[in-house]
């Protein structure tokens, strides 16, 4: 992913055909390391591409592909004769909160 960022930086900037070195060098400017390997397999895989080109058909490759939802809302409402469960719930509720205060553990942030 670093010599993705590195790649694309440079094409940001104005660089179309961003060569190793010139990955190599946006990576040393931050104190990385470039991996040979993986970095010959990139600018091999990417040579001659346009970066434009191959941003606007990724994004439309993600957007055929199922993100998120699906996992049904908690429900605010009691189950049907659940009312008397919802009192019990509040005192135990109050009891866990006074388990995980501070006076509980014998110490405090700024102790």
């Not at 590195?6 to 190599?24: E, F, H, I, R």
């Not at 606007?56 to 908690?74: N, R, T, W």
Request: net charge negative; glycine share 14%; aromatic share 2%.
């Amino acid at each position: 992913m670093k010599h993705l960022a590195a790649y694309l930086l440079l094409g940001l900037g104005g660089n179309t055909s961003p060569s190793a070195s010139d990955v190599k060098e946006v990576l040393a400017s931050v104190g990385i390391d470039a991996d040979e390997e993986r970095l010959d397999q990139l600018i091999s895989t990417l040579k001659g591409k346009d970066l434009q080109e191959l941003i606007s058909e990724g994004s439309s490759k993600l957007a055929s592909v199922p993100s998120g939802g699906g996992g049904g809302a908690a429900s605010s409402t009691p189950a049907a004769g659940g009312g008397a469960t919802t009192e019990e719930e509040k005192p135990a509720e109050k009891e866990e909160e006074k388990e995980e205060s501070d006076e509980d553990m014998g110490f405090g942030l700024f102790d």
